[in-house]
């Protein structure tokens, strides 16, 4: 269905080359608008509060102010969708990661015009996200956790002396990091293992992780090949490979491969709830979130006819009713549920 007019979007960048190229990107749909171009912060809050935007791109680093110090500012002025646009490295995956927890919807890596082949896939994952956003809910965040000095993390739970019965496998993107973060720092054991696709950059996940390991009571890791699966213990897929299970439970473990893409993504939804259907049968149990697109559509329906449980976060409490949706349409998802009832679920999946 058409917009009843374009999506109104306002540029904020210091470089002169990356407002150049997102605007020849956004102008190259006609459901989008560049409604203004801002080259710092003070004039990013001047325009948003003066234009009033639909969706604001916003620079991570700028002279001046920050992307982080912009971010709350210009949610008081004009509480829009903001996309954090950033550089891919691990410096910048704490800054955008931070960003996320303060309100930002979403972010993009910039684009870089010497690798011209990308160039076009950029430009179309910035127009969905655009246009997504301008459909999402702008939520007030708390502050972002804290960073840890380089190497101090909170060491891995003793081996539990429970049983595994019970798997909870966990999809989510668009918004996912702002909801874990609020869920998984009301969790606390017991708890059943739980594995978690995030769509994420491969130098975003570790740091994720950290971030999530220092606010939250439970341990959470980046999952590495081979790990025992647990209780108490969250791990998140590295981003650029397909997380699943293997072995048999109580002894069932992590398996990461670099296969194709799965449903357009790696690592993919689909493949790690396929995988829970197979090792744990009727004690999986799937869990679709927040975010853009249908992969764990097909990973749900696997665990429905292995006799498992899925579960869905509603519509109210996502910032991105999307994936979830397309699986509550679909019929692999039997019952909604908000974020903040999700860790009483899980405590209650331990007993």
């Known amino acids: 269905m058409m917009p009843d007019r374009p999506v109104r979007v306002l540029i904020v960048d210091d470089s002169a080359l990356i407002r150049k ?3 020849e990107m956004l102008r190259s749909s006609p459901l989008l608008e560049v409604v203004g171009v801002a ?14 935007p639909d969706v604001v791109t916003l620079d991570v680093e700028m002279p001046g102010l920050s992307g982080l110090e912009v971010l709350p500012r210009l949610l008081e002025i004009a509480p829009v969708p903001v996309i954090m646009v950033s550089s891919w490295t691990q410096e910048g995956a704490d800054v955008t990661l931070a960003a996320l927890e303060l309100g930002a919807v979403d972010f993009l890596a910039k684009p870089d015009r010497s690798r011209f082949s990308q160039l076009r896939d950029a430009r179309d994952l910035l127009v969905a996200k655009v246009l ?33 019965r019970k798997c909870v496998v966990l999809g989510i993107s668009t918004g996912g990091p702002q909801t874990l973060t609020r869920i998984f720092s009301r969790l606390e054991p017991p708890f059943p293992p739980i594995l978690v696709v995030q769509h994420m950059p491969a130098t975003f996940t570790a740091v994720f992780a ?16 081979g790990q025992r699966v647990e209780p108490d213990r969250i791990l998140i897929a590295p981003g650029g490979r397909h997380l699943s299970l293997s ?14 893409l799965v449903s357009g993504h790696r690592p993919s939804v689909d493949v790690l709830f396929r995988s829970a259907a197979e090792v744990f049968g009727a004690d999986a149990v799937g869990v679709m979130m927040t975010g853009m697109g249908r992969d764990g559509v097909e990973g749900c ?11 869905g976060q509603d ?14 349409e679909a019929g692999a998802i039997r019952s909604q549920f908000s974020a ?7 405590r209650m999946l331990a007993t």
């Open 210 to 225: 950290n971030r999530l390991n220092r606010s939250c009571p439970a341990s959470v890791q980046e999952a590495t090949d």
């Open 247 to 260: 072995g048999r439970p109580p002894m069932a473990r992590v398996a990461l491969s670099d296969g194709p």
């Open 340 to 346: 903040d009832e999700l860790p009483g679920l899980l």
């Open 39 to 52: 080259r710092d912060g003070e004039e990013a809050l001047e325009l948003a509060d003066r234009l009033r």
């Open 21 to 23: 190229l997102l605007g």
């Open 301 to 311: 329906l696997k665990i429905l006819e292995a006799g498992g449980t899925t579960l």
């Open 315 to 328: 519509e109210a409490s996502s910032i991105i009713y999307g994936m979830n949706k397309a699986a509550f």
């Open 132 to 164: 997504m956003a301008s459909k999402s809910k702008v939520r007030g965040q708390r502050s972002p956790t804290a960073a840890a000095p380089a190497g101090v993390v909170k060491p891995p739970p003793s081996p539990s002396s429970r049983a595994v």
